[in-house]
């Protein structure tokens, strides 16, 4: 008997394997829940809203998680630069400026949670 933990969706199950000889019924063990494993959570600063709010909004296209920021409050970008890497259903997508300018806020931090919609960003 050979016993694992495996972790589906963040909950870890304790799971016993046996090991059948030739000829022998199998036999099918139910999943013993074990207490839920947490994922381990980078510390990410707080949300950098650095100056006001510019004239151009960059609005998260789809719910997802803010994976990496790229650019900095005060950074000349051009049109088509990557200011945040965003996850949404195991995809990284990269967000990019819409239009030439400066950073004048970012308005989330590495780990937060987005909806559609919501201000990640804006432009002078």
Not at 1 to 10: D, F
Not at 39 to 55: I, T
Not at 98 to 112: K, L, M
């Given at each position: 008997?050979?016993?694992?933990?495996?972790?589906?969706?963040?909950v870890a199950y304790d799971v016993a394997v046996e090991e059948l000889g030739a000829g022998a019924a199998?036999?099918?063990?139910?999943?013993?829940?074990a207490a839920p494993v947490a994922?381990?959570?980078?510390?990410?600063?707080?949300?950098?809203?650095?100056?006001?709010?510019?004239?151009v909004k960059i609005e998260s296209p789809m719910p997802g998680k803010i994976l990496a920021i790229k650019a900095n409050a005060g950074q000349a970008v051009k049109k088509g630069d990557v200011?945040?890497?965003?996850?949404?259903?195991?995809m990284e997508n990269e967000i990019?400026?819409?239009?030439?300018?400066?950073?004048?806020?970012?308005?989330?931090?590495?780990?937060?949670s987005v909806e559609s919609g919501d201000t990640l960003a804006s432009l002078n």
């Open positions: 008997m050979k016993n694992y933990r495996i972790t589906v969706n963040g199998p036999v099918a063990a139910a999943p013993v829940a994922a381990p959570v980078a510390a990410a600063p707080a949300p950098a809203a650095s100056g006001a709010a510019g004239a200011v945040m890497i965003l996850e949404a259903m195991k990019t400026a819409p239009a030439d300018g400066t950073v004048a806020s970012i308005n989330v931090a590495v780990g937060d």
